[in-house]
């Protein structure tokens, strides 16, 4: 499987963004997706989650209520709505995958689940 972000850029304070990331040469369809991003000087933070079907979702705290993930079967893709952007904000941001049951959606705050890795896409919310 192979992922790729994309999407990022420089935005102001309050602006919006979507990200997505694209799924291929595996089967999409089978697994649990992530978001996490990578400030500067500090450790990998997860952001948010999706199960397989898409039916259960998991955010950062720091996100809740301002980002959605979610995911297009069809299209093989995971987008990450972002929206009312910060200035802590700004981070590289990483989608990964890790093939899963139906009913797992257990740890997916924890990046070491995660079997595959996009190359990441930078995000910069000046204020």
């Known amino acids: 499987v192979q992922l790729q972000a994309c999407g990022g850029g420089l935005v102001q304070a309050g602006d919006s963004l979507r990200l997505s990331c694209a799924s291929s040469r595996g089967s999409f369809s089978r697994l649990a997706l992530g978001w996490f991003r990578q400030a500067d000087g500090k450790e990998r933070e997860f952001v948010a989650a999706?199960?397989?079907?898409?039916?259960?979702?998991l955010y950062g705290d720091s996100v809740k209520g301002r980002f959605t993930i979610s995911r297009d079967t069809r299209q093989n893709t995971v987008y990450l709505q972002m929206n009312n952007l910060k200035p802590e904000d700004t981070a590289v941001y990483y989608c990964?995958?890790?093939?899963?049951?139906?009913?797992?959606?257990?740890?997916?705050?924890?990046?070491?689940?995660?079997?595959?890795w996009g190359q990441g896409t930078q995000v910069t919310v000046s204020s």
């Open positions: 999706i199960s397989r079907t898409g039916g259960n979702t």
């Open positions: 990964a995958g890790v093939p899963t049951i139906i009913t797992d959606f257990q740890r997916m705050d924890d990046q070491t689940r995660y079997h595959y």
